[in-house]
């Protein structure tokens, strides 16, 4: 069985419930992206856990996105969200790297968004987050430099867009897919042999969703990391 650590597992996922009714295939590591003491602390965690095993796949899932009122002349979070959406991505890899070492798998999946595309931004300014949108854009670049130092060590590093999830993040009930259909279309993509992903930004692909109409297209095609 794999071993997966997901970090920002405190919000969305009853993530006390689960663990309880796991019967210990679940278990919760204090974990605050931000401090690196506490990564590293947590990476002693669930190095002693694992006993002796290595990591198989890391999901860097926390983030923050936060709003603006007047454009991006009124952002005053941009340092907030690098701080978690980028540099706590590092902190995190950098500290689990040893583990994921020692694993059979070597997946690394950065979660992002598709509005972070450069070359996607017109078509996305309506969304009034800017500083979310620049710090993925960041992310993907870390995506990028960790695929290349590691890809001869057989590693894949990916980014991944779960699409707009029925989440507190995403959407709500308005948004397109519900958790679930985001979670599958990622794990399919995650599960792909490391080489054929590894410094990758594919779109989930959901049935039903390959030829809709406006924003999002859920059809398994590369997103343009500028």
Known sequence: MASVLITGAS??????????????????VQLDVTDEVSVRKAAADVETQLDGKGLDILINNAGICQYVSDGVKSMD????????????????????????????????ANITISLASITLARASHDVPAPAYKISKSALHALTVQYALDHEKD?????????????TDLGGGDIADLTPEQGAKASLNILFR??????????????????????????????VPWL
């Open 193 to 222: 042999p490391n080489g054929e992903i590894n410094g990758q930004f594919p779109k989930v692909l959901v049935p039903g969703w390959e030829h809709a109409t406006g924003r999002n297209i859920y059809d398994g095609t590369m």
């Open 154 to 166: 057989g590693f894949a590093f990916v980014a991944i867009a779960p699409g707009w999830t029925k």
């Open 77 to 108: 979070n941009l340092a907030e969200s690098l701080t978690i959406n980028v540099l706590g991505v590092h902190y995190v890899t950098q500290a689990f790297l040893p583990l994921l070492q020692r694993g059979s798998l070597k997946k690394v």
């Open 11 to 28: 919000r969305g996922f009853e993530l006390a419930l689960l663990a309880a009714a796991s019967a210990g295939r679940v278990l919760v």
